[in-house]
């Protein structure tokens, strides 16, 4: 049975939006459109689509956006922070200027920080919330499917209750039918055989 399902999911930082669309097939088969955040998951998706359908042609529309964008570099504020403590300390114990500038101390070891290399390079986080935005939408395909498919049986009843009633008047009627058809052939055939002198009767025309 045709169908489609939607979903949306996002955490702090992802929002993956999926949409599944199925039709009739005896088997189970998928059309996937993925990022590529998600490639090489196909296995973990047919695994997962097959604990909610059977048969059919599925497929798969994702899209995964950044909702959060992550600055590659985070300023240590703690480390900083005693690096100037340190030069201000040094400046007033020699009688010195400080280093005013905040460029003076950004490139002191530990101040600032590389973050792409705690960055999630293997796709864990978006399949986290790829894999929850699907689920729901397969749920939300099955309560389509039953939605349309209870619809469809209230339609197949009516239908058969309407044939019902019109076959239940047609049984009514056909004596009747019948006897109206009888006494129009006798009429017609007396017409066209009263100018010869002839008169049919009703055994007459039933042999």
């Known amino acids: 049975?045709?169908?489609i399902g939607r979903a949306r999911h996002q955490d702090d930082q992802i929002q993956?939006?999926?949409?599944?669309?199925?039709?009739?097939?005896?088997?189970?088969?998928?059309?996937?459109?993925l990022p590529d955040a998600l490639n090489g998951r196909e296995s973990e998706i047919d695994r997962l689509v097959?604990?909610?359908l059977e048969r059919g042609t599925i497929s798969i529309h994702t899209q995964l956006t950044w909702v959060q964008q992550v600055?590659?570099?985070?300023?240590?504020?703690d480390t900083l922070g005693q690096y100037i403590g340190q030069a201000r300390n040094f400046a007033n114990?020699?009688?010195?200027?400080?280093?005013?500038?905040?460029?003076d101390f950004l490139n002191l070891p530990g101040v600032v920080g590389d973050q792409t290399a705690s960055l999630d390079d293997d796709g864990d986080a978006e399949w986290k919330v790829f894999e929850v935005a699907l689920k729901e939408a397969l749920e939300n395909l099955h309560g389509f499917?039953?939605?349309e498919g209870h619809a469809m049986q209230l339609a197949l009843q009516s239908h058969c209750e309407e044939i019902s009633r019109s076959v239940k008047e047609i049984q009514e009627r056909s004596p009747q039918v019948?006897?109206?058809y009888r006494t129009k052939l006798k009429d017609r055939v007396?017409?066209?055989?009263s100018e010869q002198g002839v008169q049919v009767e009703t055994n007459d025309i039933l042999r």
């Not at 600055?71 to 504020?77: A, L, Q, R, T």
């Open 1 to 3: 049975m045709t169908g």
């Open 16 to 33: 993956a939006t999926v949409e599944v669309r199925a039709v009739n097939n005896k088997f189970l088969k998928l059309n996937l459109r």
């Open 50 to 52: 097959r604990n909610y």
């Open 71 to 77: 600055s590659p570099y985070e300023i240590n504020e």
């Open 93 to 103: 114990k020699f009688h010195l200027e400080p280093p005013d500038r905040l460029s």
């Open 145 to 147: 499917r039953q939605t």
């Open 178 to 180: 019948l006897d109206n």
């Open 190 to 193: 007396n017409e066209w055989l």
